[in-house]
C-alpha cells in the first residue's frame, strides 16, 4: 500500500525555537497533503491543506504565521512551527492523498512535539 | 451540532466477541466513507473505504453505510486482543479534500 513517512517522529525543543517536520509520500506522488493535529484523547484537527507549488490553505484559527508550510515537490511537504510555545505541545500528523480519483488518505506515523 | 458524532467509548469486550462501532454525521453531501485504526502514538491507518451506501467487506472487517439516516457502522467479528485500538471513521465529500473525523472510538480486547 502507500506509504508516508515522517521525520522526525519525536522533538523536544526549548520555547522559542523553531521546529521543521518532513512530510513524504514513498511510493506515490502527492499533489495534496494534509497538516492535522491531535492533543490526547482528541480527534485529528485538520490545520492546513498544502497542495504543490501553490500556497497552503489554512483552517480558521490556525496562524499561517506561525505554522508555515511549504509543498516543495510532489512527495515531500514541510511544516515549521516558529516560535514555538509550550501550548504548541502535540503530536502532528501529515497525510496524503495519492490523486488520480482516489479519495483515501494514507497517513504519516506521526510526530511528537513537546516544548518546554 | 457537529459535523461528524462519534462516542469516543471506551469499549471492552471479550476475544472472539462481534464489535459494532459507529458515527453519525449530519452532513448529507458527505460521499466518501472511511474507518481508521489508530494505534497509540502511532498514525490512523487505513482499514475501509466505502463509497455512498452499501456495504463492504474485508476479512474480519465489514463497513455499512446507510445515507438515509447518515449512519455509517464497522462491524469486527472474532475480535482479537491486537484489535484494541482506537477506531477513528472519516469522511468527505470530494476527492482530494480533507476528511472530516469522528472524535474515535476506543477500543479493548481482552484475551
Partial sequence: GAVVSQHPSWVICKSGTSVKIECRSLDFQATTMFWYRQFPKQSLMLMATSNEGSKATYEQGVEKDKFLINHASLTLSTLTVTSAHPEDSSFYICSANPGTGQETQYFGPGTRLLVL | ?111
Wanted: glycine content about 8%; charged content about 20%; overall charge neutral.
Fill in chain 2, 1 to 111: 451540532q457537529k459535523e461528524v458524532e462519534q462516542d469516543p467509548g471506551p469499549l471492552s469486550v471479550p476475544e472472539g466477541a462481534i464489535v459494532s462501532l459507529n458515527c453519525t454525521y449530519s452532513n448529507s453531501a458527505f460521499q466518501y466513507f472511511m474507518w481508521y485504526r489508530q494505534y497509540s502514538r502511532k498514525g490512523p491507518e487505513l482499514l475501509m473505504y466505502t463509497y455512498s451506501s452499501g456495504n463492504k467487506e474485508d476479512g474480519r472487517f465489514t463497513a455499512q453505510v446507510d445515507k438515509s439516516s447518515k449512519y455509517i457502522s464497522l462491524f469486527i467479528r472474532d475480535s482479537q486482543p491486537s484489535d484494541s485500538a482506537t477506531y477513528l471513521c472519516a469522511m468527505t465529500y470530494q476527492a482530494g479534500t480533507a476528511l472530516i473525523f469522528g472524535k474515535g472510538t476506543t477500543l479493548s480486547v481482552s484475551s
